[in-house]
């Protein structure tokens, strides 16, 4: 069971979802090398349900460890509720996993398709942080024939992508992961550079006799009177877009004060350095590189079994 779900759920609403879990042992190639978790339907209605377990936490622990994200739609229901707000904000920065499925496409006639896909692109992809629209296959995901009519080739098309994809998430696992972790502390990178940049913001206008809390809360309020954002992307060329909105660092500092922050100068040492500057080596340099490493070691594994 998912034991970090379980510490961080508590009580009857855990053992609610415990209690739920189904598992299935099928005899299929393609699951030999892969688990698919499949997570309970959306309840799309705008009145708010009480679920017997914490459902987006569920979903968020299955999120983490994914390497490959499906979110699938019948196309009788194609409307946008709370619940699919909440799944796609948590999806935000996993765009490059995320997969739209439009389910049983045979029962669509072949001169609506094409609608229906629009349709569904255009609910969903607004709610997505990503510029482009997301990756959709059509096709009909069970084992009996289409409906009669129905644009059978390019459905069997859709569905061979589909494996395809699905395929190539398979072979470049590894590959995904230390593309994750990179893109991670890119994020932890940015962030402890922009609080260390309003944190410098305030001890250059702080005085002895001022009111600490009066001099955070106004560059807090108006970091753009102290040119932050700018200062911050022309003294480390980190894109103003890589950066979160100021709304979000006011709701930050608020939970924790800007004057309770280490700068990051203090942070470094004769003998160890500077942690944020081993990070951006690891950024630039040690995990491109350990990508190259693996490709090198995956093709010395192939070539050797190729010839035995």
């Given at each position: 069971c998912p034991a970090a779900l379980v510490q961080t759920s508590g009580g009857q609403r855990t053992s609610s979802l415990l209690d739920r879990l189904r598992g299935l042992r099928l005899n299929a190639p393609l699951l030999e090398k892969v688990n698919i978790v499949e997570i309970p339907g959306i309840l799309e209605i705008r009145k708010q349900v009480e679920r017997?377990?914490?459902?987006?936490?569920?979903?968020?622990?299955?999120?983490?460890?994914?390497?490959?994200?499906?979110?699938?739609?019948?196309?009788?229901?194609?409307d946008v509720g709370p619940e699919t707000e909440a799944i796609l904000d948590q999806l935000k920065g996993r765009e490059y996993?995320?997969?739209?499925?439009?389910?049983?496409?045979?029962?669509?006639?072949?001169?609506?398709?094409?609608?229906?896909?629009?349709?569904?692109?255009?609910?969903?992809?607004?709610?997505?942080?990503?510029?482009?629209?997301?990756?959709?296959?059509?096709?009909?995901?069970?084992?009996?024939?289409?409906?009669?009519g129905a644009p059978s080739r390019l459905l069997h098309a859709q569905e061979r992508a589909f494996l395809r994809d699905l395929r190539q998430a398979i072979d470049k696992r590894v590959e995904n992961k230390i593309a994750s972790a990179r893109r991670f502390a890119v994020r932890v990178r940015n962030h402890a550079k922009m609080v260390d940049c309003y944190l410098t913001t305030y001890y250059n206008h702080k005085t002895f006799f001022g009111n600490r809390k009066k001099v955070a809360d106004d560059i807090i309020e108006h970091p753009q009177n102290y040119h932050i954002y700018e200062g911050l992307s022309t003294l480390t060329n980190i894109s103003r877009y890589d950066l979160p909105d100021p709304e979000v660092y006011r709701?930050?500092?608020?939970?924790?004060?800007?004057?309770?922050?280490?700068?990051?100068?203090?942070?470094?040492?004769?003998?160890?350095?500077c942690p944020i500057n081993r990070l951006d080596v690891a950024i630039a340099y040690d995990l491109p590189e350990l990508v190259g490493k693996y490709k090198k070691q995956a093709e010395r594994v192939l070539e050797a079994a190729a010839k035995s």
């Amino acid at each position: 069971c998912p034991a970090a779900l379980v510490q961080t759920s508590g009580g009857q609403r855990t053992s609610s979802l415990l209690d739920r879990l189904r598992g299935l042992r099928l005899n299929a190639p393609l699951l030999e090398k892969v688990n698919i978790v499949e997570i309970p339907g959306i309840l799309e209605i705008r009145k708010q349900v009480e679920r017997l377990f914490p459902f987006n936490d569920a979903c968020q622990w299955f999120i983490d460890r994914a390497d490959i994200i499906f979110l699938v739609y019948d196309p009788s229901k194609l409307d946008v509720g709370p619940e699919t707000e909440a799944i796609l904000d948590q999806l935000k920065g996993r765009e490059y996993q995320t997969r739209i499925i439009l389910n049983k496409a045979d029962q669509v006639k072949p001169e609506e398709l094409m609608r229906v896909q629009g349709t569904l692109i255009w609910n969903i992809s607004p709610l997505m942080s990503s510029q482009e629209p997301p990756v959709m296959y059509s096709t009909s995901l069970w084992s009996i024939p289409y409906e009669q009519g129905a644009p059978s080739r390019l459905l069997h098309a859709q569905e061979r992508a589909f494996l395809r994809d699905l395929r190539q998430a398979i072979d470049k696992r590894v590959e995904n992961k230390i593309a994750s972790a990179r893109r991670f502390a890119v994020r932890v990178r940015n962030h402890a550079k922009m609080v260390d940049c309003y944190l410098t913001t305030y001890y250059n206008h702080k005085t002895f006799f001022g009111n600490r809390k009066k001099v955070a809360d106004d560059i807090i309020e108006h970091p753009q009177n102290y040119h932050i954002y700018e200062g911050l992307s022309t003294l480390t060329n980190i894109s103003r877009y890589d950066l979160p909105d100021p709304e979000v660092y006011r709701d930050f500092f608020r939970l924790n004060p800007v004057y309770d922050f280490q700068r990051l100068s203090d942070t470094c040492t004769y003998f160890r350095g500077c942690p944020i500057n081993r990070l951006d080596v690891a950024i630039a340099y040690d995990l491109p590189e350990l990508v190259g490493k693996y490709k090198k070691q995956a093709e010395r594994v192939l070539e050797a079994a190729a010839k035995s």
